[in-house]
Structures are given as C-alpha cells and as structure tokens.
C-alpha cells in the first residue's frame, strides 16, 4: 500500500493559520473603527470572499449586517423602523398633530387635532370653545353683545 503525502507540511499549516489570524484582527479592526461599513466592502478591500468576511465576523462577536438608517422620529428623536415615514409611534404623531388654542368663554388652553381646527376655521367659526358647555354660554353672549336694532314708530 502507497503512503500518503501530507498536502502541506507543519511549517505551511503553521503560515496559514498566521495569514488567518491577521485577516481576521484586520477584519476585526475595519468593522470596529467603521461600523457602518458592509461586509461586501471589507471583502473588496482585503480580496477575500464576502463568505469569509461573515465567518470572521460570526467568530468575533460582531454584526454580520448593516441596519438601515430610516432617519429620527420627529418629536422624540428615537430611530425609526422600517416603513415610517416621520413618526415613531402614533403617541408621538398625535402629539405632533395638535394645534392649542384658548377658549374664547373661559379662557381654558385646549389642544384638538389640526385636522378638527382647520376644519372649524374653515367652516367659519369665529369663536373657539373648549367643550359644549362653553360653546352654548359663548353663543349666548355673542348674541347679548350684538348691537341691535332699534326700529322707531312713526
């Protein structure tokens, strides 16, 4: 029977796994001091396989994967997920969304929807009121401050 030849000898297996270790601590560095770099970059950069790249990364602890910045919600400032367009959650939207105002009766601050005060204003309303209570008083009073007529007999 035929011996087997070693494919490479301890000097050669020793080499290797020094070449390994410096791509790895090279990888390890790149995505370290840049992490926001993808892996597909670091491979053309090092001529190594994107394949490689992932396993280095997998062994060391670090993402494999970029996350997409989808920008800050614009009350809190938290990162938006994916599909989002300005606003975090409906909490932060609603809070966004709304116009303050003082009750023309009472003088309460009062915060409704923009929505609902562009459609009031549209309508005409002079007036702004707070609840349905102040809306009945104020109309009241509108209506005891107009000028009236006075039609002489003659």
């Known amino acids: 029977?035929?011996?087997?030849?070693?494919?490479?000898?301890?000097?050669?297996?020793?080499?290797?796994?020094?070449?390994r270790g410096y791509t790895r601590n090279l990888i390890r560095t790149l995505?370290?001091?840049?992490?926001?770099?993808?892996?597909?970059?670091?491979?053309?950069?090092?001529?190594?396989s994107k394949e490689r790249v992932r396993q280095c990364l997998v062994a060391e602890g670090l993402p494999t994967?970029?996350?997409?910045?989808?920008g800050e919600c614009e009350v809190c400032g938290?990162?938006?997920?994916?599909?989002r367009k300005a606003y975090?959650?409906?909490?932060c939207r609603?809070?966004?969304c709304r116009v303050s105002f003082r009750c023309d009766y009472c003088g309460q601050a009062k915060a409704v929807l923009q929505s609902v005060y562009n459609a009031?204003?549209?309508?005409?309303?002079?007036?702004?009121?707070c609840s349905h209570q102040?809306?009945?008083?104020?109309?009241?009073?509108?209506?005891?401050?107009?000028?009236?007529m006075i039609v002489s007999v003659s």
């Open 1 to 19: 029977m035929a011996t087997q030849t070693p494919i490479m000898d301890s000097t050669e297996v020793k080499s290797e796994r020094k070449e």
């Open 31 to 48: 995505k370290l001091n840049q992490p926001d770099m993808p892996a597909v970059e670091i491979a053309k950069l090092l001529s190594i």
């Open 65 to 70: 994967r970029v996350r997409p910045d989808y």
């Open 78 to 83: 938290t990162a938006l997920k994916a599909g």
């Open 88 to 91: 975090c959650s409906t909490a």
């Open 94 to 96: 609603s809070i966004d």
């Open 120 to 129: 009031q204003k549209r309508r005409g309303y002079k007036y702004m009121y």
């Open 134 to 148: 102040c809306r009945s008083f104020g109309k009241w009073e509108a209506i005891k401050l107009q000028p009236r």
